[in-house]
């Protein structure tokens, strides 16, 4: 893997966990329906990037009150096509070394 390759997958593996750890502090404090939903100061959160990004992918949703909640069905549909997508990604990199490995012994 090229530094360049392996930065970015650092990038996202940070990334990755740090959406985990939102989407479990929302959890944790039950704030995962509009009934349930708790302002930034309860969910100790303040100016967080990874919250303003969530909030405009949908998986985080703001209420009238000024109270947010984690929409866990947008998350479970996000994560399915997450998975969905690299898994396609790994098939396509499978085949491409196949068929390099194949032309190799030509």
Not at 36 to 41: E, G, I, R
Not at 43 to 70: C, D, H, S, W
Not at 79 to 100: D, K, M, N, Q, S
Request: charged share 25%.
């Amino acid at each position: 893997m090229s530094t360049a390759g392996g930065v970015a997958a650092s990038v996202a593996a940070i990334a990755a966990r740090k959406r985990q750890d939102l989407f479990e502090r929302f959890r944790q404090r039950g704030a995962v329906s509009e009934s349930t939903a708790l302002t930034l100061d309860e969910l100790e959160l303040g100016k967080n990037p990874v919250f303003r990004m969530q909030l405009r992918e949908g998986t985080v949703i703001p209420t009238a009150a000024g109270r947010y909640y984690l929409d866990q069905e947008v998350v479970a549909r996000r994560e399915y096509h997450r998975r969905i997508l690299v898994t396609g990604l790994v098939g396509i990199l499978i085949l491409a070394l196949l068929i390099f490995w194949i032309v190799a012994r030509l």
